[in-house]
């Protein structure tokens, strides 16, 4: 074997040792978990699990601080292959002529080495050693990636490590944005790193700092007046806290992805003036329990989330449930949902905007809504129905287009915590019986301005026609007292909005939309406690319309014309005219084949010549008969809606010789108790069980109603059809007859 292979031999282990002598990995600590905006501003940082404010590393090191360090820890950085033989040289004639060590020649690369070996013992081997893999560092690594590993791993005093985390730590702002005197200061101190601390060792830190800045004055980093400036600047008196102001969000990060870097669309300003109009409002409310709020903030173009306030972590000591974020929380609907099954009925065609729904006393299964106001209008338009977020015609109309249909809509939507069948819902699905999330509220309505501005986003079964009308009655809807008079400003921004109260006032919705924001809000309780008045029009949309104002102003949408059409409708019943409404409007309505069946509210009705009474050929002579069109409600309808619409004509009496057996349609309606219903009774104070009133509508004003109770008469009545009754418990067969024989019968039970 020739000389020179023997010399290959030997080296070959020792290039392998050098080759490898790097872990790929030089630093492995825990990281901090931090959250910043697309424009790089942090908006909240958790401490890393070793009790360090680490953050992960920035793409590079910013200029003004690589300057000072370079300036300040290895003049020649940028030439030397990792070990400066000039430095070395220095400090071992000084160390020499002292007889003690008083100068190193440890370069930033080797710095970096030991940074990355902290259990490492501090002696000759192990400078030895750093020396080596220093030069195999800048082998691997480019000169400015090295420098990024020495500012993201260095010391800065206490519990931070990096020039990003020492930045916001000091000075509460981006490494990138530090002054000269700022970067100097953060450059001397890894050197120093215990000459942060308030108190100790102030001027000595000041001394060093101001020496850093005359040196790179003197270098012509910077020019005198810089330096001057820049030594007149004071030190930071002590850490400040980090910033966080999006605290849920970055939770629910870290629960998914764990301690790292996170990133987000989040709007930093607009964060910050949600996080303040959440506080103003809390300080209201905690005043009466109510102690939680979630508000979202989307970009309706983007589907961006703008602002994220998960709930009110950090606004009072021990405060309940402000742990819990409510924006992905499934809670009680109340009447959100109400829109989007007006929408579905415009849609498929089984309505109108002005349709009117019955609104009169309801039971189904024992189930029996009331409208918040407790009280019935007879008959509404539907898109009033939905201005008013009325309970007892929405029930109305859910029956009517499905609630399996609606279900199978709603997933369609996105809202996936509604996962049970329709079976287990009813027709309470559209009065808060199933559970969303102000996530899933929020994106649906985001989806629904989407596809009404023809931009991309989830795909939805709702036509822009049926949208834009929703989105019309919505925009009509009665605001909070403070907001009442928006109409009469050149400012007032109009906005599609609809709020929902749960049952037992547990749950406060309100959700908004314009062409560019979604708003959506949540105020209650998280550990569902109910609190009196705490209504979405009381506490939520506040807050919404307090958000709305914070935003830019926006645009309406536009009428979306080539999927709409004219059509004329009855002006008081909404439906398509007969040929005999005497009223008449055009709207537009969504282009589809199917319509609802015109008018039937109309009738021709026969008048004696005083108008009086009504008659036919049986009671009155034929040529002397008064021919009118007449608006005419069934009995339960009028009877609500007479109370409410003074305009309205009830027909006058029939004849005392009307015959009436040629007539067709049942003139009397039982109002209460509805078919199946179960009463329960209560006693009075006195003992004496309190009873229950039956009601009944008849179309003839003057009519005598007869009531029996079990096929046994039990009393008459005569105008209004009231009649208290006190049946024993159980099962009951109520009967209403008239004079002429028409009658109605309801199954009850007594309870």
């Not at 415009?346 to 349709?355: D, F, K, W, Y």
């Not at 109309?397 to 287990?424: N, V």
């Not at 939805?460 to 026609?465: E, F, K, N, V």
Request: aromatic share 10%; charged share 25%.
């Amino acid at each position: 074997m020739s000389k020179f292979k023997k010399i290959i031999l030997i080296l070959c282990p020792f290039a392998l040792l050098y080759l490898f002598c790097l872990p790929a990995k030089l630093f492995k600590a825990p990281l901090s978990a931090t959250l910043q905006s697309a424009d790089g501003t942090l908006l909240g940082a958790r401490i890393s699990d070793e009790g360090q404010w680490y953050f992960p590393p920035a793409e590079s090191v910013p200029d003004k601080f690589a300057k000072c360090i370079v300036c300040y820890e290895d003049k020649r950085f940028w030439w030397h292959p990792g070990i400066d033989f000039l430095s070395v040289g220095r400090a071992i004639r000084q160390n020499f002529s002292r007889g003690e060590v008083v100068s190193g020649a440890s370069t930033l690369t080797m710095q970096v080495i030991r940074l990355s070996r902290p259990q490492a013992p501090r002696n000759i081997p192990e400078k030895l050693l750093e020396a080596v893999m220093a030069t195999r560092l800048e082998l691997r690594h480019s000169k400015k990636k090295i420098l990024l590993l020495y500012a993201s791993n260095a010391p800065f005093g206490g519990n931070v490590v990096g020039i990003e985390a020492a930045a916001w730590r000091y000075f509460g702002r981006p490494a990138d944005q530090l002054s000269w005197a700022e970067s100097a200061m953060l450059a001397v101190l890894p050197n120093s790193p215990a000459l942060i601390h308030p108190g100790r060792n102030r001027e000595r830190l000041l001394e060093k700092r101001n020496f850093l800045l005359d040196k790179l004055y003197a270098q012509g980093v910077i020019d005198e007046l810089e330096c001057e400036l820049a030594k007149d600047e004071p030190l930071p008196e002590k850490p400040l806290p980090m910033p966080d102001k999006a605290y849920h969000l970055l939770e629910r990060m870290r629960a998914e992805g764990g301690d790292k870097a996170y990133f987000c669309t989040l709007d930093p300003s607009l964060q910050e003036r949600v996080n303040a109009i959440a506080r103003n409002h809390f300080e209201i409310y905690h005043s009466n329990l109510v102690d939680n709020m979630g508000v979202l903030v989307m970009d309706v173009h983007s589907g961006d989330i703008l602002a994220y306030y998960g709930n009110t972590h950090g606004l009072a000591k021990g405060l309940r449930g402000a742990e819990v974020d409510m924006v992905p929380a499934a809670r009680s609907s109340g009447s959100t949902l109400k829109p989007l099954l007006y929408a579905a009925m415009l849609q498929s065609g089984q309505i109108l905007p002005g349709s009117l729904i019955k609104d009169t006393p309801y039971n189904y299964n024992n189930f029996s809504p009331h409208n918040y106001s407790r009280s019935f209008d007879g008959a509404v338009p539907a898109n009033e129905v939905i201005e008013r977020s009325l309970n007892v015609p929405s029930v109305r109309m859910l029956e009517q287009y499905g609630a399996p249909r609606f279900l199978e809509l709603l997933q369609e939507m996105g809202f996936s915590t509604i996962d049970k069948d329709a079976d287990h819902y009813g027709l309470s699905l559209i009065l808060g019986g199933a559970e969303i999330t102000l996530e899933t509220l929020v994106g649906a309505y985001r989806a629904m301005a989407a596809k009404l501005l023809d931009e991309p986003g989830p795909q939805i079964p709702l036509s822009r026609a049926s949208i834009w009308l929703t989105f019309d009655a919505l925009s009509r809807a009665g605001r909070p007292e403070e907001e009442s008079s928006w109409m009469e400003f050149s400012s007032g921004r109009k906005i599609a909005w609809k709020t929902g109260t749960s049952w037992g006032n547990r749950d406060a919705w309100s959700v908004g939309v314009n062409p560019d924001y979604v708003v959506g809000v949540w105020v209650g309780n998280s550990d569902g406690e109910g609190r009196s008045q705490m209504t979405g029009v009381g506490y939520a949309s506040p807050v919404m319309f307090d958000v709305f104002t914070a935003l830019p102003a926006s645009r309406w949408f536009s009428m979306p014309l080539d999927d709409m059409v004219p059509l004329e409708v009855c002006h008081q019943s909404g439906l398509p005219t007969s040929r005999i409404c005497p009223d008449r409007d055009t709207v537009w309505v969504p282009d589809i084949k199917v319509r609802p069946d015109e008018c039937k509210y109309h009738r021709i009705v026969h008048l004696d010549a005083d108008r009086q009474w009504q008659v036919n050929s049986s009671c009155y002579p034929v040529e002397k008969m008064v021919e009118e069109v007449r608006f005419v409600l069934p009995p339960a309808m009028e009877w609500y809606y007479i109370k409410n619409h003074l305009d309205y004509r009830p027909l006058p009496p029939k004849h005392p010789d009307f015959d009436a057996g040629s007539e067709q349609g049942n003139p009397i309606e039982i109002i209460y108790p509805q078919q199946g219903i179960t009463v329960v009774t209560t006693r009075g104070l006195d003992g004496k069980e309190q009873g229950v009133v039956v009601r009944a509508a008849h179309t003839d004003p003057g009519a005598v109603i007869f009531w029996h109770l079990d096929d046994k008469y039990i009393g008459r009545t005569v105008g209004e059809h009231d009649l208290m009754l006190r049946p024993e418990p159980g099962r009951h067969l109520l009967t209403a007859m008239d004079s002429a024989g028409a009658s109605r019968s309801v199954y009850f039970t007594v309870r």
